[in-house]
C-alpha cells in the first residue's frame, strides 16, 4: 500500500474510532444556573425571592431518557445551598441526590456541578433547594423527561404543553419564616397561592390592584399536556380549569390509566400531567383555579391562585365567580376517591419498551415492613420539633457514604426503629439499615392534624393501600394488586395511613421525608442506607472527583479557584487527548 493511501486508511480508521467514542454513549445536556435573590412582588408586596438565571420560577430542564445531566451551580445567596431533584432516581449515585445526609452544602458564592443520568425514566418532576427552608422563598423549577422516539407514548402527540408550578406562599421570606419556626410557632394560613410566581387575577374586590397574573394562551381545537407541580409549602391544592376536562395520564414518571376529571387535588411535592382539549366557544376567557384543600375552605379563601386561560379567539376578559371543586372530601368515605382512582396503565411502555405492568410486585414476598408514624409537633429540649417514630432527625455533619469512605466513627446510627413505640420523644441521626435486593413495605401513618406529603429519594413505591384509621396486617387483604400507581410521593390522610412497596435495587443513602416544608425542616425525616455486601464497582458509583468534604472531613476541602463543572470538562478532555495521543502513535508507528 502506498504510505499516503496507507496514511488515508489509518486516519479514516481514526475519525470512525472517534465518532465512536463520541456517540457510542449516551447524550450529554448541560446547563448553568444561578442561584441568586431578586425582588418581586407576586402578591403586591415587595419582597426577596430566590430565582434562578434570574427567572421565578426557574428554567425548565428537558432531558431524554437515559441522557446525562449536567447543572453547574453557581451559589450566589448568602447561606449555603443544595439542590434536589425530586423524583429523578440518581440509579447508583446518591452522591448527586442534594440533601444533606448525601451531599456537603455548597458555601456562599462557590459553585459546584451536579452530573447525573435520568436512567429509565420518562415524566414531571422538579428541582428544589433542600435546606434552610429555602423552597419558601423560590428557587424551584420544572423538569421533563421526554420518552425516546422508540418508545411511543400512550396518548396522540400533544398540540402543545404548558407547566403550571403552583404553591401556597407567604410575604414574609423564608429566612423569617423559619424564625418564626424556631420560636415554637406554626406557621399560620398563607397570604395566597402563585402559579408560575404569579399572584391571582382581580376575579373579585378583595385582589389588590396592579397583581401581575399569569396567561397561558391557546388555539381552539387543540390539545395541550399540562404539567401541574405543587412546589409551595405545607398546602394540598385544588387545581381546575373553567369548563375543561382534565384527562391524568401521568404522575410521578409513570403513565396512569386515562381518566377524566373536573378538578384534582395535587399534594405538595406532587407532579401531575393532564390532556386538556381546548374544545369551548371561547365566549370569554376561562379561570384556571389553584386553591386550598382539606382546611376551612371559607375561611382560607384568600389562599386561592387565580390565572387566565385564554383561546386566541376569546371575546372577551373571564368575569363572574370562580368554578368550585366538584369532588367531595367533606365525609372519610368520599374523601378517597379520587387517589384510589389513579391506577397505573399495564399495557403502556414507559422509558423502556416493555408495558409497566410486567413487574408483577403483588406476587413477591414482602421481606421488613417499616410503618412510619408522625405526630403534631411537640417540645423536644426546648425546641419545637416533628417526628418520625418519635425520633426528629439530625442531619450528620458528614455525609453518610463519605464517612463510610473514610471511616469516621459515630457520624450516624443505624437503629431507625421499625414501628413507633411509646416512649419519649428524642433528637437523633437515626437512620434504616436497609438490605439490598430486599422488597419492604412502608406505611406512613399519619397522626398529625393535617394532610401530609411523604416522598422517598432513589426509588418509586407501588401504592397499594390507603384508608382512614391505624393500620394492621390484616389490611393487606384489601391491596391493590395489579395495577398500583407508583411514584415517588404520596399524600397520607390526617388520622389515616398510606402503603407502599419497595424494591431495593438501588444503592446509596436515600431520603425519605414529609414533604409539608414546615415539619420536613423540624425534623420529620429519616434515610434508608443501602449497600451491596459484594459491591464490586457495578452497583454503586465512587465519589465525583469535585466531591465537596465537610464536617470531619473538612480539612480535605480545598478552597475553590475553580469550577466543578471545569474539572469534569477537564476530565472529559485528558481522556479524549490521551486517546488521540495513543492513536496517532499509533497512525506514526504502521503507517
Known sequence: MAPSTAAFACLLCFLVFLSGVSFAADPFVSYDFKVSYITASPLGVPQQVIAVNGQFPGPLLNATTNYNVVVRVFNLLDESLLLTWSGIQMRRNSWQDGVLATNCPIPPRWNFTYQFQVKDQIGSFFYSPSLNFQRASGGFGPIVVNNRNIIPIPFPQPDGEIIFMIGDWYTQDHKALRRILDSGKELGM?????INGKGPYKYNSSVPDGIDYLTAHVEP??????????????????????????????????????????????????????????????????????????????????VTGVGILHYSNSNGPASGPLPVPKTDVSAPWSAMTQPRAIRQNTSAS????????????????????????????????????????????????????????????????????????DRPPRLDTSMINATYKGFIQVVFQNNDTKMQSFHVDGYTFFVVGMDFGVWSEDKKGSYNNYDAISRSTIEVYPGGWTAGLIS????????????????????????????????????????????????????????????????????????????????????????
Open 190 to 194: 398563607p397570604d395566597g397561592v402563585l
Open 221 to 302: 381545537g387543540k390539545t395541550y399536556r399540562i404539567r401541574v407541580h405543587n412546589v409551595g409549602i405545607s398546602t394540598s391544592l385544588n387545581f381546575r380549569i373553567q369548563n375543561h376536562n382534565l384527562l391524568l395520564v401521568e404522575t410521578d414518571g409513570h403513565y396512569t390509566s386515562q381518566t377524566n376529571f373536573t378538578d384534582f387535588d395535587v399534594h405538595v411535592g406532587q407532579s401531575y400531567s393532564f390532556l386538556v382539549t381546548m374544545d369551548q366557544n371561547a365566549t370569554s376567557d376561562y379561570y384556571i383555579v389553584a386553591s386550598a384543600r382539606f382546611v376551612n375552605e371559607t375561611v382560607w379563601q384568600r
Open 350 to 421: 414507559g422509558a423502556r419498551p416493555n408495558p409497566q405492568g410486567s413487574f408483577h410486585y403483588g406476587q413477591i414476598n414482602i421481606t421488613n415492613t417499616y410503618i412510619l408514624r408522625s405526630l403534631p409537633p411537640t417540645t423536644i429540649n426546648g425546641s419545637l420539633r416533628a417526628t418520625l417514630n418519635g425520633i426528629s432527625f439530625v442531619n450528620p455533619a458528614t455525609p453518610v457514604r463519605l464517612a463510610d469512605r473514610h471511616k469516621v466513627k459515630g457520624a450516624y446510627k443505624l437503629d431507625f426503629p421499625d414501628r413507633p413505640f
Open 504 to 591: 431495593l435495587d438501588n444503592v446509596g443513602v436515600w431520603n425519605i421525608r414529609v414533604e409539608n416544608l414546615d415539619r420536613w425542616y423540624l425534623g420529620e425525616e429519616t434515610y434508608m442506607r443501602i449497600i451491596n455486601p459484594e459491591e464490586n464497582g457495578q452497583t454503586e458509583m465512587d465519589p465525583p472527583s469535585n466531591v465537596l468534604y465537610c464536617g470531619a472531613l473538612r480539612n480535605m476541602q480545598k478552597e475553590q479557584h475553580h469550577s466543578g463543572a471545569t474539572s469534569i470538562l477537564n476530565g472529559h478532555l485528558k481522556l479524549m487527548f490521551s486517546m488521540l495521543m495513543a492513536l496517532l502513535a499509533l497512525i506514526f508507528t504502521f503507517c
